[in-house]
């Protein structure tokens, strides 16, 4: 999300597309709490006063029809992408090219382009598009003198962008996205500023500007992490609140058909502890012994981003695949280690590397940037096992 500002509190706000969905092959269970989910993300952007959006292609994960008629309808925003139309009646664009936003005496022309190589038609929600410099140079076409500055809210791309600066230099500005991008300081190509601020609502870009007749822009670019210091908004806390509960009522249900075959294959920690006693009383008061209990504090413990990293077996083979299913399988237990019961055998355990990236599956730079992995192997790593000849 970008803003360019005068001299003041005169914001305009952007986001490059990407917005709603993460993945556009989800696992069939996800959909139900994606779709939920994508609804409370617009209620956000609604709050924070998000003046364009330009759809990216994980957008039209659920269809054209949902985007369009299920969230959009209810956006306070303006939808860009000029270059994005009926798969059908290719003459029916779905979105307007542009449009003009004043803010403190500054009139903003804003034009939005949609990727235009990305296979996104679904049946019966089919989506097509059109090359997006055509949509650009008929959108400045229609550009009278009153316009002061020229910005494309881009999901094309950082190559792209660069290629669409360098096509049409009249482009002051190009708020970018769909290569994450964290760019600290602007691409210049010609005149043209190319910003980008990363994904996931991770940071916020910030291009300040300086207009002034028959000088150059000026400008501060700042790209701002969001992280657990700026704290709650009240509102938008109260969203998530919401959210939560809704997902716990979601995933509560019992699911139909046949549940999954775990014979053989998790043996869970109780079992362990039979012949490992010392190991499981090591373990029982680490932080992994305690891991769902974490996501119950925040009311997070049915999420389905969540509960991954704070259980076993989910989602493999002998695991569980739904959140009401995964008693036996809470929290961080010997097997996120050292691997399924099943496979078990004196040989395999004690010979069984400590892996970095066993722990960086769910401790990465997304769920927990401050991760140090030599301080904390030290505190979950059970007391070596004596091995009797």
Not at 101 to 123: F, S, T
Request: proline share 4%.
């Amino acid at each position: 999300m970008d803003g360019l500002r005068k001299e003041g509190v005169n914001f305009v706000h952007f986001d490059s597309g990407d917005l709603f969905f993460k993945s556009f092959y989800p696992w069939k269970e996800d959909r139900p709490q994606m779709r939920l989910k994508s609804t409370y993300i617009l209620k956000g952007c609604n709050e924070l006063g998000l003046d364009v959006f330009v759809p990216g292609e994980l957008d039209f994960t659920e269809g054209r029809d949902f985007l369009i008629n299920k969230l959009l309808a209810k956006a306070n925003f303006t939808v860009l992408g000029g270059n994005t139309f009926d798969g059908l009646d290719k003459t029916k664009q779905l979105f307007e090219s542009s449009t003009v936003i004043e803010r403190g005496g500054v009139k903003i022309l804003v034009i939005g382009v949609c990727n235009w190589d990305y296979n996104v038609n679904k049946p019966k929600q089919k989506v097509s598009f059109k090359d997006p410099l055509k949509t650009v140079k008929s959108a400045l076409a229609q550009k009278d003198e009153s316009i002061d500055l020229v910005v494309v809210v881009s999901h094309l791309g950082f190559e792209k962008d660069e290629k669409l600066a360098a096509d049409v230099p009249e482009i002051d500005v190009i708020c970018g996205g769909h290569t994450a991008h964290q760019l600290s300081k602007p691409k210049i190509v010609g005149k043209t500023l190319i910003v980008q601020a990363y994904k996931l609502g991770k940071y916020l870009g910030r291009l300040d500007l300086t207009l002034k007749k028959g000088e150059d822009k000026k400008w501060k670019n700042l790209i701002v992490p969001l992280k657990k210091e700026i704290g709650d908004d009240e509102k938008i806390a109260s969203f998530q609140t919401e959210y939560r509960e809704k997902i716990i009522a979601l995933h509560s249900k019992p699911r139909q058909g046949k549940k999954a075959d775990r014979k053989q294959v998790f043996w869970f920690s109780r079992l362990c502890g039979h012949c490992h006693k010392e190991q499981y009383r090591f373990w029982k008061n680490t932080d992994h012994a305690k891991a769902m209990a974490t996501l119950e504090k925040e009311n997070a413990h049915y999420d389905y981003e969540c509960i991954g990293c704070h259980t076993i077996g989910f989602r493999k083979q002998g695991g569980f695949r739904v959140a009401n299913e995964m008693d036996d399988f809470k929290n961080v237990q010997c097997e996120a280690c050292h691997g399924p019961g099943s496979d078990h055998s004196d040989d395999v355990y004690m010979t069984r590397p400590r892996q970095k990236k066993t722990c960086l599956r769910c401790h990465d730079e997304e769920h927990d940037p401050d991760f140090n992995y030599n301080i904390a192997l030290p505190q979950v790593m059970c007391p070596k096992r004596e091995v009797k000849e």
